[in-house]
């Protein structure tokens, strides 16, 4: 399957205007709600979308894994910065693959939910493994836009659809959603209210998984560093305790906590290398290697 098609494609206002599957547009429940959808349908940073560009696969996430210099090779080569940009990709496709390893066992007739699904990369990656049909919901309808037709331009729109949803309130019935997942999105919500909706719409012994940053309660309050990120992204980074918590209260049991920190800061120095730097960069880094922010996978089953 090609999965090559560039991001130009899909930002102009006329494309989107024009999209095989355009979306419903429900009034925000909440200012904030209104206010991230806003962030979300401005953006768009190179970052996101050159390293989409690379095979079609566009994320919102980071990356996880060793840097393959032998990949990169010559600094001073002319293609150096068209290598680095691959590499960066391949380590967010690895992200978004470990996450995919914890879905557990599936059938091809399962339904699959990516809560702050982005531009769509993980819900095409879910439906390419498992065969199954993945909702994703979205804030933005610019981001649901462009996961519809790039699910459209694959030929798997019967498969893969996104929706402007608030995630804490989703139309999908109780108990008929085999596994779900947050990935790098649960920090615009309330933890509590998050795996509430999880819970209710995940059959008994279905799977989430959430790959997040979490401020360490061990560092004793969020950091400089991590109030840097909130206020970059407009979110609000909850700690590790509060994602346990909130888990435990919500009938989701953790199978696995991975820490994932050591594994995220090869692609977070390599990024700093980068025409694509944001300014964000530093945060990332230094607040991972002082302790005070972690990056985990939590897999956890419904009971």
Partial sequence: MDLSVTSTDFTTDAALSTSAASVFIPAPATPYQGDIARYWDGEARPVNLRLGDVDGLYHHHYGIGAVDRTALGDTDDSAYEKKLIAELHRLESAQAELLLDHLGPLERDDTLVDAGCGRGGSMVMAHQRFGC???????????????????????????????????????????????????????????????????????????????????????????????????????????????????????????????????????????????????????????????????LLIAADRV
């Avoid at 610019?142 to 498969?159: S, T, V």
């Avoid at 209710?200 to 959430?210: D, E, K, N």
């Fill in 133 to 295: 049909k993945v909702e994703g919901v979205t804030l933005s309808a610019k981001q649901a836009d462009f996961a519809n037709q790039r699910a459209h331009e694959l030929g798997i729109e019967d498969h893969v659809h996104a929706r402007v949803c608030n995630m804490l309130g989703t139309p999908f019935g109780t108990g008929q959603i085999a596994a779900s997942w947050n990935n790098e999105s649960s920090m615009y919500v309330d933890l509590h209210d998050l795996f509430a909706e999880h819970s209710r719409i995940l059959a008994v012994g279905g799977r989430y998984v959430t790959i997040t940053g979490c401020w360490n309660p061990r560092y004793g309050q969020p950091s400089k560093w991590v109030s840097q990120i909130n206020a970059h992204f407009e979110c609000n980074i909850h700690s590790r305790r509060e994602y346990l918590r909130a888990m435990a209260d919500n009938r989701l049991v953790p199978q696995a906590v991975i820490d994932l920190t050591a594994a995220t800061l090869p692609y977070w120095e390599l990024r700093a290398t980068s025409s694509l730097v944001t300014g964000i960069e530093e945060a990332f880094i230094n607040s991972y290697k002082d302790g005070s922010f972690q990056y």
